[in-house]
C-alpha cells in the first residue's frame, strides 16, 4: 500500500506542476483492485504541506482503514466509479477553468479535431445536475450515479472522463497517473474547444474515419503510438 | 503587531506569486481588533523591495500610528470596511483581469457553479460608481460606502467580496491570508463566468440547492470540508 | 554613456522577464538630453545573448556614434519620437498579444476603468496605416509621423503610448524603466479591454471625473500615490 | 550525424521551455541533405526522459538506420515534406492551441499585422482533410500529400507552414531550431489574429504593401534586419 499511496501522491503533485488546481480545489486517488483498497488525497489539505503519508485509505464502502486524516470529501464518487467501471484504477478531479466553463454552460465537448480524438473517442459527455433530492441525500455518491447513468453503454476506457453539469470534470484512467493525464489533456481540449467555436460558431466534429484512425493508433490492439510491443 | 505586520507582508507577497498584481496594482491589510490598529501595504512601493517592517499601522480614523512610510492610497476604504464589517480580519485589493474586466463591464458575476457557490454565497455583488461629488469629497472613503450601501442585507461572512464599478475587486476574510484566498479563488471564478457566457450567452446560475450544498459543505456549523473538528 | 547602456539594457531585459516579447520581437531605447545621444537594441540579437555593451549608440539624426552592432530596424521611429517629444527619456517598442490585437483590428482602446485611467489619460489612440508611397520611401522614419500627426494636441506625458495601425504599441515614460512599465500596464489594459467587450460589446468608458480621479492622483502637482514628496 | 541529433534534440526541448507542446504532443526533425538521412524525435517518449542519443535516424524512404527507438509515428508526414519541399532542413510539428483552433475551425489564418508579415508571406494555409480512403491507405504519408497539394505554387521558404484540417500546424525552415522559432511563432500570430476577430469580426487583412515592406525587411536579398552583412 505505501506504493499506491506514493504514486497518488504523486499524481496529486503532477496537478499543481501543471497548474491544474487552485487552492486545495482538486484530488487524485487509486486503487488496490486485489484488496479492493481505495487511497486518496485528504480533505483542504493545502499542496505545499502534502506527503505521500497523508494520503488516505479507504474500503470500496467508504469506510475509513486507519486513523489518519479525513479523505477528501469527494471520496464517495470516487468509490462508486471504481465500483462501477472495474477497467479503472485511477481518478482525478479538477476544476480546471476550460473544462469547467463547459460544465458550466451544460455542453458536451464535441470533438472537433485530432488532439481530441487521441484521447477521447467521441464527444466528452456531460452528466446531469442532481435533483434536490438526490442532493439532500448524498451529493457526493449522487454525482458518481449521475456520471454511472449518463455513461450507459458508453466505454470508459474509450471515454476516460466526464463534465458534472454546474461543476466541472472527472477523469480517470489505468493507473493514478494517467487519470491526471487525461486531466491534462482534457484542459488543453476544452480550451481548443471553445478558440474554435469563438472563431466559428457552426464548427463540425471532425470526420468520424479521422477520429477513428486517431483513437485507434495510440489505443487497443493495432496502436502504432509509443514504444510499445513491436 | 510584529505577528499582523508579518501576516500582512505575507499576504501581500502571496498575491505577487500568484500572478494577482501588476506593478503595484494591490494591496492587502489587517487588523488587530483588541486594539483597533489597521496594518496595510505603503503605497507604490515595489514589491520586490518590500519588508515586514514597511507595512504601514493606522488608527481606525485613518491617522498614521508611526512616522514610516506612507500608507497605501487605499487605505480609506480598507477602514470604512472594517468599521462596517466587524467579522472581518483582512481586506485584499487587486486589478486583477478577468475580475476587473467584470467591474468594467459593470456586471456582477452570477454563481454559474460549484466553484463559485464553494466560495461566494450566490452572485458577486457589483457597487455603483461614485458621483462627481462623491469623488470630489473623499474619492477612497466614498468608494467604501458604496460598498458598504451595496450590502445593505448581504452578510460579508458569506459574500467576502465585492466589484466596484469601472474599478476592479475587494475581498475579505477572517484574516489577511483568507482574504487573498478569497481574491485568487475570485479571479479564477470570473475567468470562468466569462468563458461559460462565451460559450452559451444564455447560461443560467446553478440551482439553488446545490449551491447551498455546496456553501454550507465549507462553511458553517455543519462543513464537512477540510480537516476540522470531527 | 555607460550609465545609459546599462538602464537601457535593463529595462529591455525587463521587457524579457514579463513575458512581454517572443523571439526578438521588441525593442527599449533611452536618451541622453544632454548630448542627444540615444542608445537602444542592436537589431536581432537574442536576449539571452544580450549584454549592456551590446547596447547601440546613435545620433540624434540617426547616423551610428561606434562600430559597434547594427541598431534595431526601428530606430528611426524612435529618433522621429525624440525629436518631437522633447519630454520623453525611453521608449519601448513590443509586440505584446492583446495590445496588438487592437492595432490588427484598427481599434483604439477606450478607457474602461480606473487600470486604464491610472496610466493614460483618455483612450490609447491609434495611428494610421502608412500609404504606399510612405512606406517606399522610409517605414520606419514614417512609422513616427504618422504617430506624432495623430498626437497633434494630445500630450505625450498623460498619454504615454499609441497603437500604430496593423502594427503593434509604442510607449515612452521619463526614462527607459518607466517606457517599460507603460508597456506592462498598456498589454493588462488591452486585455482587460477586449475581455470587457466580449462581456458587454456596448460599454462605455468609465464617467469622465472618475478618469481624472484617477489620473490626477498618480500623476501631476496633487498626486498623492506612492512615496513622493509630502 | 550527432551533430544534427544534438540540434533536433534542442530544438524539441525549445517546443517544451516555450510551452508549445502538452505531454508529448509534438516533433522535430532535421535532415542531413548530403546523405538524405532524417533525424526525428522517437515516438511518444516523455520530454524529461529524452537525450540527443534517443534521436531516430531513418532514410528518406522511411527505413529505420539502426536499431533504437521506434520514430514519431508522424514520420512518414515529415519525409514527404523533405522530399517535395528540397530547401528545408528542419520540420517542427505541435497541437499548439491558438494555431491548432484554427486547423479545427478549418480557417485559414489571414495576415492581420507586421507581425505576421515578419514571419509568412500571405495567409498560413489550410491543407483540407483526408478522405477515409486517404486514411486507411497511409494516414501519415497522406497528411504530407494534401500539404504538397495545397502548397503548389506556394514558395515554402516565404510560407514556412500550414495548417492540417482538424488536426494542428507544421512549421518548416532552414534548420531544426528555426522550424522552431516559426513555431513559436505562429502561435502567437494565431492568439493575435483570434483576438483580432473577437475585437472585430470583419478585420481584413494588413495591405499588401505593408506586409511586403515588412517580409522584405526580414528576408531575401535586400533584408536590413538582424547583424547580417552589410
Same mark, same amino acid.
Given at each position: ?28 486517488? %487509486? ?16 499542496? =505545499? ?17 486507519? %486513523? ?71 451529493? =457526493? ?31 480517470? %484512467? ?12 482534457? =484542459? ?43
Amino acid at each position: 500500500m505505501d506504493k499506491l499511496r506514493k504514486s497518488v501522491y504523486e499524481a496529486n503533485m503532477v496537478l499543481v506542476r501543471e497548474r491544474l488546481v487552485t487552492l486545495t480545489w482538486g484530488n487524485v486517488s %487509486g486503487i488496490d483492485r486485489t484488496t479492493g483498497t481505495v487511497v486518496i488525497k485528504p480533505s483542504g489539505v493545502p499542496y =505545499e504541506e502534502l506527503a505521500p503519508e497523508h494520503m488516505v485509505a479507504v474500503e470500496l464502502d467508504g469506510r475509513r482503514i486507519d %486513523g489518519g486524516l479525513k479523505p477528501s470529501s469527494d471520496t464517495p464518487t470516487h468509490v462508486a466509479l471504481y465500483k462501477a467501471f472495474p477497467e479503472i484504477g485511477g481518478i482525478c478531479h479538477t476544476h480546471s477553468p476550460y473544462a469547467t466553463a463547459f460544465a458550466q454552460a451544460c455542453r458536451e465537448i464535441p470533438c472537433f479535431g485530432t488532439t481530441h480524438a487521441d484521447h477521447f473517442r467521441g464527444a466528452v459527455p456531460l452528466a446531469r445536475g442532481l435533483t434536490p433530492d438526490e442532493v439532500q441525500e448524498a451529493y =457526493e455518491a449522487n454525482t458518481g450515479k449521475v456520471i454511472i447513468e449518463r455513461f450507459g453503454k458508453l466505454n470508459p476506457s474509450e471515454v476516460p472522463g466526464v463534465l458534472c453539469a454546474h461543476h466541472g470534470p472527472f477523469t480517470w %484512467g489505468r493507473t493514478p497517473a494517467q487519470a491526471v493525464e487525461n486531466s491534462i489533456a482534457l =484542459e488543453v481540449i476544452a480550451q481548443m474547444a471553445l478558440q474554435t467555436v469563438n472563431l466559428e460558431p457552426h464548427s463540425v466534429p471532425v470526420p468520424q474515419h479521422i477520429q477513428d484512425a486517431h483513437f485507434l493508433r495510440k489505443h487497443g490492439p493495432e496502436a502504432t503510438y509509443g514504444q510499445g510491443l513491436e
